[in-house]
């Protein structure tokens, strides 16, 4: 499973040759559609539907996660106990991710940070 935080959506969703040969490469590999939690739609759009219209087109390729469980909920809590950083977000992302996923994001430190107390998580950076 492949979850994207929203540098990962940001930089996929550029439209460059290498988003574009990058999500080829996912998709053959098949770890595509990615997820992404609605949570991550706040970081990632403007509230703007011209400036937003690649991103927009993008989000039409994922998987939308619309909801986060209690226990959802209950372990990014523990997960950012643990790591001692990270967003709200980040946590969910990370909670979501396990078992054994992978979260592909522009800022490492704090999901690497995360997924070292997470059940098989890794992350890439993109």
């Given at each position: 499973?492949?979850?994207?935080?929203?540098?990962?959506?940001?930089?996929?969703?550029?439209?460059?040759?290498?988003?574009?040969?990058?999500?080829?490469?996912?998709?053959?590999?098949g770890l595509w559609p990615p997820i992404v939690p609605t949570m991550v739609l706040v970081e990632s759009l403007r509230g703007d539907p011209a400036r937003d219209?690649?991103?927009?087109?993008?989000?039409?390729?994922?998987?939308?996660?619309?909801?986060?469980?209690?226990?959802?909920?209950?372990?990014?809590?523990?997960?950012?106990?643990?790591?001692?950083?990270?967003?709200?977000?980040?946590?969910?992302?990370?909670?979501?991710?396990?078992?054994?996923?992978?979260?592909?994001?522009?800022?490492?430190?704090?999901?690497?940070?995360?997924?070292?107390?997470?059940?098989?998580?890794?992350?890439?950076?993109?």
């Amino acid at each position: 499973m492949l979850i994207l935080d929203s540098g990962g959506v940001t930089r996929l969703s550029s439209r460059t040759k290498p988003a574009l040969a990058l999500i080829r490469s996912l998709v053959d590999e098949g770890l595509w559609p990615p997820i992404v939690p609605t949570m991550v739609l706040v970081e990632s759009l403007r509230g703007d539907p011209a400036r937003d219209a690649n991103t927009n087109r993008f989000l039409k390729t994922c998987i939308i996660q619309p909801e986060v469980t209690p226990d959802m909920a209950r372990r990014a809590a523990e997960l950012r106990r643990r790591a001692r950083t990270g967003s709200a977000v980040d946590a969910l992302i990370v909670a979501l991710a396990e078992p054994d996923g992978t979260v592909l994001t522009g800022d490492k430190a704090d999901i690497e940070a995360l997924a070292a107390h997470a059940r098989g998580v890794s992350v890439e950076l993109i």
